[in-house]
């Protein structure tokens, strides 16, 4: 994974980089209320504009099925000329790679930045359908990735172009997540713990599998903890739970004992009756959640040992959130973890989705060593899997 080719590693004076990002940024009224995705792509754009290349700009935004206005990129155009100080050209082309597109690149001169209409209005876009990657093709000399939010996605503009042009690379965003990602998984410094949260143990079956291969520690929380404790013989009252999946749970902390992996689950749990912020709630121990309740944060016991075990940690790795941390009430478990992370001497790496959301939401984003810009694709990373849209570039 760690030796591609990298921007660096290319002379891109003169030539038409089709440059894929990762522009998925929220839209309200036309607006965009978060620009987290803009901001972390201009290293890249601005190395290649510095270089002499001709940018040629293309992403994905939402999951139109056909071209829709709604969805346009025309409000990232804005933003992106605003950010580098420069006309960036929107070629507003339904058909993406149409005539407009065609013209707009035609009409560059070394250092201009053209961005191509949403990848999505072109049905072909998700189904990898040559055609569409050809078209791409044709626009470019050189293909640079740096969208590792869509690299878990084998589509036109993540993995099918990068087979149709003569030179490929990843940028610097893409090159950061394959580094902070692989050494914390591949080759931590030890300790090594990851802490696993979130709703679902479908959703990271196979990350608990592979983590239990590399980690030291491993913490659970979050939702997908109740299938844990019903696998200690508890009962979980109207917890979200698992039923097909309590099994599974069984089988995960006998390997961890066998691998000597620590692996820790709440001791104790915050419960409701109805699930909203302004409700009676209570502490009570795993083993005492009564039938009309359901637990939405790990207790304070929990936060403590959680914390220690961290506490002695030098590589940390974290997905999912310990609670409903959305409601204020129940956000203590997740604020006690990501204020554990913002003080000790250890590399911590955020995976992408509900985690950097609330790690962010909470003030601590700047005290973490990396926060994903990739839900999906970090996960699938920590399973240890081939993320095609990395596969596809040249390696060095």
């Known amino acids: 994974m760690l030796n591609k080719k990298t921007i660096d590693d290319l002379n891109v004076k003169g030539k038409r980089v089709l440059l894929r990002c990762d522009f998925n940024v929220p839209l309200q009224?036309?607006?965009?209320?978060?620009?987290?995705?803009?901001?972390?792509?201009?290293?890249?754009?601005?190395?290649?504009?510095?270089?002499?290349?001709?940018?040629?700009?293309?992403?994905?935004?939402?999951?139109?099925?056909?071209?829709?206005?709604?969805?346009?990129l025309a409000p990232v155009a804005k933003r992106l000329s605003q950010h580098l100080g420069k006309e960036v050209v929107f070629a507003a082309d339904d058909n993406v790679t149409g005539e407009n597109a065609?013209?707009?690149?035609?009409?560059?001169?070394?250092?201009?930045?053209?961005?191509?209409?949403?990848?999505?209005?072109?049905?072909?876009?998700?189904?990898?359908?040559?055609?569409?990657?050809?078209?791409?093709?044709?626009?470019?000399?050189?293909?640079?990735?740096?969208a590792f939010g869509s690299s878990h996605r084998a589509h036109c503009s993540t993995a099918?172009?990068?087979?149709?042009?003569?030179?490929?690379?990843?940028?610097?965003?893409?090159?950061?997540?394959?580094?902070?990602?692989?050494?914390?998984?591949?080759?931590?410094?030890?300790?090594?713990?990851?802490?696993?949260?979130?709703?679902?143990v479908s959703d990271k079956i196979n990350v608990i599998n592979n983590l239990l291969e590399k980690v030291d520690t491993l913490i659970i929380g979050g939702g997908m903890a109740y299938t844990f404790l019903k696998a200690k013989g508890y009962e979980t009252g109207k917890s979200l739970l698992e039923a097909d999946k309590v099994e599974y749970a069984k089988e995960m902390m006998k390997k961890a004992e066998e691998k000597g992996v620590n692996l820790l689950l709440p001791?104790?749990?915050?419960?409701?009756?109805?699930?909203?912020?302004?409700?009676?709630?209570?502490?009570?121990?795993?083993?005492?959640?009564?039938?009309?309740?359901?637990?939405?944060?790990?207790?304070?016991?929990?936060?403590?040992?959680?914390?220690?075990?961290?506490?002695?940690?030098?590589?940390?790795?974290?997905?999912?959130?310990?609670g409903v941390f959305e409601f204020e009430n129940f956000a203590k478990g997740t604020i006690s973890v990501a204020k554990t992370l913002s003080e000790i001497d250890a590399i911590t790496v955020i995976g992408?989705?509900?985690?950097?959301?609330?790690?962010?939401?909470?003030?601590?984003?700047?005290?973490?060593?990396?926060?994903?810009?990739?839900?999906?694709?970090?996960l699938e990373f920590l399973e240890g899997k081939e993320l095609p849209g990395v596969a596809a570039v040249q390696d060095k």
């Not at 990396?370 to 839900?375: D, Q, W």
Request: glycine share 8%; proline share 3%.
């Open 29 to 72: 009224n036309g607006e965009i209320t978060d620009e987290n995705r803009i901001v972390a792509a201009l290293p890249t754009i601005r190395k290649l504009i510095n270089d002499g290349a001709r940018v040629i700009l293309c992403s994905h935004l939402g999951k139109p099925k056909e071209p829709d206005k709604a969805f346009s």
């Open 352 to 378: 992408g989705g509900d985690s950097a959301a609330a790690v962010n939401q909470l003030g601590f984003g700047d005290k973490m060593t990396h926060i994903s810009t990739g839900g999906g694709a970090s």
């Open 267 to 322: 001791v104790d749990n915050v419960i409701v009756k109805e699930f909203k912020n302004d409700t009676e709630y209570k502490t009570v121990a795993s083993d005492s959640i009564e039938e009309d309740w359901m637990g939405v944060d790990i207790g304070e016991k929990t936060c403590q040992i959680f914390s220690s075990a961290l506490e002695k940690a030098k590589t940390v790795i974290w997905n999912g959130p310990m």
């Open 102 to 146: 065609k013209k707009a690149v035609a009409a560059m001169k070394d250092g201009d930045v053209v961005i191509l209409e949403n990848t999505r209005f072109r049905k072909e876009e998700t189904k990898n359908i040559e055609t569409f990657s050809r078209e791409l093709a044709e626009l470019c000399d050189v293909y640079v990735n740096d």
């Open 160 to 200: 099918g172009v990068a087979h149709l042009v003569s030179e490929s690379a990843v940028g610097y965003l893409m090159e950061k997540e394959i580094a902070f990602l692989g050494n914390a998984v591949n080759n931590p410094t030890r300790p090594f713990a990851a802490i696993l949260g979130g709703a679902k």
